[in-house]
């Protein structure tokens, strides 16, 4: 197999474009590790890159807070990899995202944890409940997907498209979150809001909980919509990218 390539020459030979998406990407990878959302190697994250039929995912064998720019793998829609590296592509991500990228054009990253709220509630028979304002930011664009055992059957695909349709989040049944964006920092903010739902609803399940209404759901879910459609500065990626650049500035590299 052929090693890695030097930091410094997968820097030099890609565009700067595809520069940003490994740079975002890899702050994804740092962000997730940071809030406890990863689960050793069993997690992935990806990034279409542009004007290609490709995309950029986690090497399988490097944990998240290890992740950097140059290290991700690019690999083609059939998971094939396209740069060489020491390290493949985990054997059921590709069933996931690549299947998800093609058939969504709008969608430009992808995240799929297995946190224990997430997949708490994932387990639970009526799923995420309308018991916080932050489930509403969701309820109005979450989906469902049956389990049907670890994701390793291509034929699993076209299903999980199919249960995602135009959803930004995606609940998988007794296995974890997905969620999609049109961009980075749109991906993490919808699993954000997702994990941030499930821990809400655990925590108030140790006791007897208040559902909101449905009529409050559906007005207050309307509202949110319209704030989501404003067009302007990212400021709260902007701002976690400065921490990271603190805390950890390598994931730049």
Known sequence: M??????????????AAEWK?????????????????????????????????????????????????????????QGQKLQPSDYDISPEAN??????????????????????????VSSQSDGLLNLTQQSMI?????AYHDYEGIVL?????????RDLGVCRHLILRNHGLLTVGATVS??????????????????????EVIAIPDSVV?????????????AGPDLLWDALLRRLRRVSPDFEA
């Open 2 to 15: 052929k090693a890695n390539q030097p930091a410094s020459t997968v820097r030099l030979q890609t565009l």
């Open 218 to 230: 559906k007005v207050t879910g309307n509202r949110l919509a319209s704030l989501r459609t404003g």
């Open 95 to 120: 069933v996931i995202h690549g299947v998800i990228l093609q058939a969504r054009p709008d969608v430009h990253c992808v995240a799929h944890v297995h946190t224990v709220a997430g997949t708490a």
């Open 138 to 142: 969701v309820a109005g664009s979450l």
């Open 21 to 77: 998406a490994r740079v975002d990407l890899a702050a994804f990878y740092r962000l997730v590790a940071a809030y406890g959302w990863d689960d050793l190697l069993l997690a992935h994250l990806s990034a279409r890159v542009p004007n290609e039929a490709a995309y950029l995912i986690n090497p399988y064998g490097l944990l998240f807070d290890e992740i950097t720019a140059s290290s991700l793998l690019k690999v083609n829609y």
């Open 153 to 161: 059957d291509h034929d699993e695909g076209p299903r999980l498209v």
């Open 186 to 207: 749109q991906a993490f903010h919808a699993l954000y809001n997702l994990q941030r739902s499930c821990e809400m609803q655990v925590a108030a399940q140790q006791a």
